[in-house]
């Protein structure tokens, strides 16, 4: 499994995280992906745009320092785990 790492300290908004995603994560198809949580619904979950690959675990080091909040973090690992092929690590 891939597992690609995102430095929680950068993520000081929700743009901010998607940025880092992208930039991170490198999927096809990034410059038609949506950047919000319907858009990572679709990636991780169908294939869709911003599509990380098959058997990829994202890792969110220091999300406790993330600016995005709980609430946020919480939808990303609800969205996580409706994927096949897909993690969310929140180390």
Request: proline share 3%; hydrophobic share 45%; aromatic share 8%.
């Amino acid at each position: 499994m891939r597992v690609v790492s995102i430095e929680g300290s950068r993520l000081t908004d929700e743009a901010a995280f998607w940025r880092e995603y992208l930039a991170a994560v490198r999927p096809d198809g990034a410059e038609h992906f949506g950047r919000n949580l319907d858009a990572f619904r679709d990636a991780v979950t169908s294939g869709g745009p911003g599509w990380p690959g098959e058997e990829c675990r994202l890792r969110i080091v220091g999300h406790a320092a993330a600016g995005v909040g709980s609430v946020f973090l919480a939808k990303l690992a609800e969205i996580a785990s409706e994927a096949s092929g897909f993690e969310l690590d929140l180390a």
